[in-house]
């Protein structure tokens, strides 16, 4: 695919958070994959994109890792304080693009902990997203059957998985939708677990674009064990 076929864009990544669910006092973007960590993985998608803007890396106020990474000197990559949830922390990265992205800039937010998203997937989300009006999201199809449970843990419903899709990152919105969707979603108290959610709340529907399912965010301790031997090998 012609890079002029590409628009350009800037990423947010939020980065605050502790990973507590991997049961370490390492925060998990901070894990080392082969001979880089989690995030430094994360963001080298980016870096090696010729239509980048630049990169808002969104990180606690706490963070004693980020200083020491080389890719923290980086030109093209800025930070800012991340927020208690990942809306707050989303905004902050939008709040310092503020000056720079106009209003029709295309923002790609990606988790700081998704370390495998290929280039072909994000060239197949920059081109078919921004033909679209909203935006959109990678998204794979559910492979397993999916129930749904009472408060009891007994399931009450198993649901159609033809219609039913998992949401992953890169999501993909214009800054000035973006920024408005996530004001008004902390301003009603909604938890927003992803971008597209807080669009979906302001009455728009974002296109899903399937991309691979092993763009897999770590989150439990197996996830992380699956990985080690990729990065290990194409290192």
């Known amino acids: ?3 002029n076929q590409l628009p350009s864009f800037w990423v947010v990544i939020p980065a605050a958070g502790i990973g507590s669910r991997m049961r370490s006092t390492t925060p998990k973007q901070y894990f080392t994959l082969g001979n880089l960590t989690v995030l430094e993985h994360t963001l080298a998608c980016f870096l090696d994109h010729p239509q980048l803007l630049g ?6 106020k706490d963070d004693q890792y980020w ?3 080389s890719v923290s000197k980086h030109p093209l990559i800025q930070v800012a304080e991340g927020g208690g949830e990942r809306a707050d922390s989303v905004l902050s990265g939008l709040m310092a693009l503020s000056e720079q992205a106009k209003p029709e800039d295309w923002i790609l937010v990606h988790d700081a902990a998704r370390p495998n998203l290929t280039r072909e997937d994000l060239d ?5 997203a921004s033909k679209d009006t909203v ?6 199809p559910a492979r397993d059957t999916l129930k749904q449970i009472d408060s009891h843990g007994r ?3 198993t649901l159609d998985r033809k219609v039913i899709w998992q949401a992953l990152t890169p999501q ?5 939708q973006l920024t408005c969707a996530l004001q008004h979603a902390c301003k009603m108290g909604m ?4 971008e597209a959610s807080a669009i979906e709340a302001m009455g728009f529907s974002p296109l899903l674009v399937e991309g691979r399912s092993d763009n897999l965010k770590i989150t439990h301790p197996e996830d992380l064990q699956w990985l080690v031997p990729y990065f290990v090998k194409i290192q």
């Open 1 to 3: 695919m012609k890079n």
């Open 155 to 157: 399931v009450t419903k």
């Open 67 to 69: 200083s020491g990474l």
């Open 135 to 140: 935006g959109g999201l990678l998204a794979t």
């Open 191 to 194: 938890i927003i677990t992803d």
């Open 172 to 176: 993909m919105f214009h800054f000035q």
């Open 55 to 60: 990169i808002v890396v969104c990180l606690s």
């Open 124 to 128: 197949k989300l920059l081109f078919v």
